[in-house]
Nanobody, 124 residues
């Protein structure tokens, strides 16, 4: 089992940047793909980015491609989401999740373990 804790959210002005962290505990963290999802008020949870178990493969949602970068440090059991050029549409609670397999996927139901989320608010 993998436990996940997100951090790094907060209030930022449009055009600014934030870096989210997803710290993992439990066994076999480095055998799971890790994904980031987000949920805005009144909307369904949506895929943002995912990274393979070894960091060698990544997948991004079209809405954030070129602005966000996902990375991982298995020695620190941590996955990061660097978010640049933020806009009001990026306002949401951001969740990290551990996938069933080693390869990244944008399918929500392929993720078994979830963190509690960290809130990101972008002011215009």
């Amino acid at each position: 089992q993998v436990q996940l804790v997100e951090s790094g959210g907060g209030l930022v002005q449009a055009g600014g940047s934030l870096r989210l962290s997803c710290a993992a505990s439990g066994r076999a963290f480095d055998t799971h793909a890790i994904g980031w999802f987000r949920q805005a008020p009144g909307k369904e949870r949506e895929f943002v980015a995912a990274i393979s178990w070894d960091g060698g493969s990544t997948v991004y949602a079209d809405s954030i491609k070129g602005r966000f970068t996902i990375s991982r440090d298995n020695a620190k059991n941590t996955v990061y989401l660097q978010m640049n050029t933020l806009n009001s549409e990026d306002t949401a609670v951001y969740y990290c999740a551990a996938g069933r397999g080693r390869l990244p996927t944008d399918i929500l139901y392929e993720y078994d373990y979830w963190g509690q989320g960290t809130r990101v608010t972008v002011s215009s």
